[in-house]
């Protein structure tokens, strides 16, 4: 299974970017994808996440409002639209598929990350 993350790069503060994930292949294993992002010297984040179906999302209260995940049912590709971006988003996304356990996503699988720079 491959995750394939697209769609980066460098925009000023109030801007939007659109991030893409594809996933090679269906796994009866996951039941979800989720975005997370992690910025230099800082730990890895949880940005937001989408049920497989597409119907029942969840973000991080620093993006609520902002940012919305999407997905088709049935489809391998989510999608992460971001609006209103800060210089506080700039760090690298990556894209995981996994389940749901204890009210949180569980990933299994983890693309390779995209770079989001929003400069002031």
């Known amino acids: 299974v491959q995750l394939q993350a697209s769609g980066g790069g460098q925009v000023q503060a109030g801007e939007s970017l659109r991030l893409s994930c594809q996933l090679s292949e269906d796994s009866f294993a996951f039941r979800g994808m989720a975005w997370f992002r992690q910025a230099p010297g800082k730990a890895r984040e949880f940005v937001a996440s989408v049920t497989w179906s597409g119907q029942t999302k969840n973000y991080a209260q620093s993006v609520e409002g902002r940012f919305t995940v999407s997905k088709d049912d049935g489809g391998n590709v989510m999608v992460l639209q971001m609006n209103s971006l800060k210089p506080e988003d700039s760090a690298v996304y990556y894209c995981?598929?996994?389940?749901?356990?204890?009210?949180?996503?569980?990933?299994?699988?983890w693309g390779q990350g995209t770079q989001v720079t929003v400069s002031s």
């Open positions: 995981a598929a996994g389940y749901f356990a204890d009210g949180k996503f569980r990933p299994r699988d």
